[in-house]
Nanobody, 116 residues
Framework: QVQLVESGGGLVQPGGSLRLSCAAS????????MGWYRQAPGKQRELVAL???????NYADSVKGRFTISRDNTKNTVHLQMNSLKPEDTAVYYC??????????WGQGTQVTVSS
């Protein structure tokens, strides 16, 4: 199994930046991809960004050009740099890891609030 712990959420004004981090432990060598999803109140959970072991990335259209996902393999950590934040980015952000090609693990979630 893979355990995930997120950090870095908080309150930021529109136009500001935040950096989320997610540290993986457990069977981290079997991880195929890591990324971030988010869920706003009353909405379904949606993909924000995903980074595979091959280096390929997948971003939601709504965050392209503003968010950047990166991974530190030596520390089994994935980061999400979020710039030019908008109120509609407000959500609980969940770290996700796919491992052994078929399994998935979720972090506990971290709140991001964009408001003036």
């Amino acid at each position: 199994q893979v355990q995930l712990v997120e950090s870095g959420g908080g309150l930021v004004q529109p136009g500001g930046s935040l950096r989320l981090s997610c540290a993986a432990s457990g069977s981290s060598l079997s991880i195929n991809a890591m990324g971030w999803y988010r869920q706003a109140p009353g909405k379904q959970r949606e993909l924000v960004a995903l980074l595979s072991n091959t280096g390929s990335t997948n971003y939601a259209d709504s965050v392209k050009g503003r968010f950047t996902i990166s991974r530190d393999n030596t520390k089994n950590t994935v980061h999400l740099q979020m710039n030019s934040l908008k109120p509609e980015d407000t959500a609980v952000y969940y770290c996700y890891a796919q491992y052994s090609n078929v399994f998935g693990s979720w972090g506990q979630g971290t709140q991001v609030t964009v408001s003036s």
